[in-house]
C-alpha cells in the first residue's frame, strides 16, 4: 500500500472488492450510512483502473471497460461533477479512464465497490500531486475513503488491507460516517486466514438497484430495531475478532446476512433476491458444519450469491465439501476461490 505522487496526469491503481460481515442498509444525507458497518478486502477480486489527464478544448470524460468504450448510464460524469466541489481542478481536466475487473463481469457480483476504490484512489493520488503532498500519509487514505464513498458507500471499506470499519461506533472516536478506518490491531490471528468462497448462484441482472434498497430502510417499519442490532453485532464481532471467537463470529455473521435480506423481504415494497439454489446451499453449509465440526459461516450481498466463510485449517476439507456437494448448486458449476486480501496496490504508470 504505497505511492508517491510524481506524474499530475496520470494514476494507475487496483483496488480490491471487500464483503461486509457487518452490513450497511440505508443511508441518509449524501452517502451516510444509518449504520456502522464491518467489512474485510478480498484478494483476488479486484478493479484495475488507470485515469488520464489532458486539455485539449471540450471537457470530456471518455470511459473503457476492459477495452470497450462505454458510457455507464453517465455515472463516472455524474460523480466527477459531484467530487468537483472538493476537487476544483476535475473541472479544468478531460478524462481518459481504462476499467476492467478481475472477475468475470457476469458473474452478478457487483463490482461498484472496487470500481469506485480504484477511481477514488487515482483521483486522490492526482489530487496529491497537483498540491504537492506525499501519499504515504494517513491523509491520503482518509481522503481515497471518503472519495470512494461519494460514489458508493461501501467503496469507501476497500482502500484498506484487511478489515475496515465504516460509520460511528462505540468502538473507537476515530470512526466517521464519512470515511472508513482500518481495523487492524490487534485483530487475532486466526482471522489472517479466512478465507471466502463464492458460490456463484445467478449472474442475472438485478432485480433491485442498492440505491432503491437503500432507500426501502427510510420508511422501514423495523428501522430502528436494525440499526440497533447492527450496533450490538458490531460490538460482538470486534470483540470475536479480537478473541479469536470463532463460534461468535459465525453466529453474528450469519445473523448479519440474514438480517439484511429479511429487512429486504418485510419492506415496502418487498423483494427478494434469494433464489432456491441459495437456500440449499445455506442449509447444506449448515448440515456440514454440524457434522464436521469446522467452523464455517455463509454471508451474503445484496443478491443471490452465497459467501462460504472458512478458515486456512480447513482449506483441504472445505474445498473438498465444496466439490462434492455444493458446485451443483452454482451456476455452470462456478465459484470463486478468494481470500482475505492485502488492500490496494499502485500499479504504477
Ligand atoms: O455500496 P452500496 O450502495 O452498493 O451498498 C452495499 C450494501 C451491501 O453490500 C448490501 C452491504 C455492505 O455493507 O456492503
Known sequence: MTGTAKNAHLSRWRCPSNIALIKYWG?????????????????????????????????????????????????????????????????????????????????????????????????????????????????????????????SGSACRSVYPGFAIWGKTQLFESCSDDYAIPLSEGIHP??????????????????????????????????????????????ELYLALLTGDQEKFITIVENEALSLHAMMMTSNPSFMLLKPKSLELISRIRRFREKSKIPMSFTIDAGPNIHLLYFQESELDVKAFIERELLGFCENGKWIDDQIGKGPENRGR
Open 190 to 235: 486466526v482471522f489472517f486466514g479466512l478465507c471466502d468462497a463464492i458460490l456463484l448462484v445467478d449472474s442475472g441482472k438485478k432485480e433491485v438497484s442498492s440505491s432503491a434498497g437503500h432507500q426501502s430502510m427510510n420508511e422501514h417499519i423495523y428501522q430502528r430495531s436494525r440499526v440497533a442490532q447492527a450496533c450490538l453485532n458490531i460490538n
Open 27 to 151: 443511508k441518509r444525507d449524501f452517502q451516510k450510512p444509518i449504520n456502522a458497518s464491518l467489512s474485510f478486502v478480498l484478494q483476488n477480486s479486484f478493479t484495475e483502473t488507470s485515469v488520464e489527464l489532458y486539455k485539449d478544448g471540450n471537457q470530456k470524460v471518455e470511459f473503457y471497460f476492459e477495452g470497450n468504450e462505454s458510457s455507464f448510464d453517465n455515472r463516472i460524469e455524474k460523480y466527477l461533477n459531484q467530487i468537483s466541489e472538493r476537487i476544483p481542478w476535475v473541472n479544468k481536466y478531460n478524462f481518459r479512464i481504462h476499467s476492467s475487473n478481475s472477475f468475470p463481469h457476469s458473474a452478478g457480483i457487483a463490482s461498484s465497490a472496487s470500481s469506485f476504490g480504484a477511481l477514488a484512489l487515482c483521483l486522490t493520488e492526482l489530487d496529491f500531486a497537483h498540491s504537492g503532498k506525499e501519499t504515504d500519509s494517513s491523509e491520503f487514505w482518509q481522503n481515497a475513503s471518503e472519495l470512494a464513498r461519494m460514489g
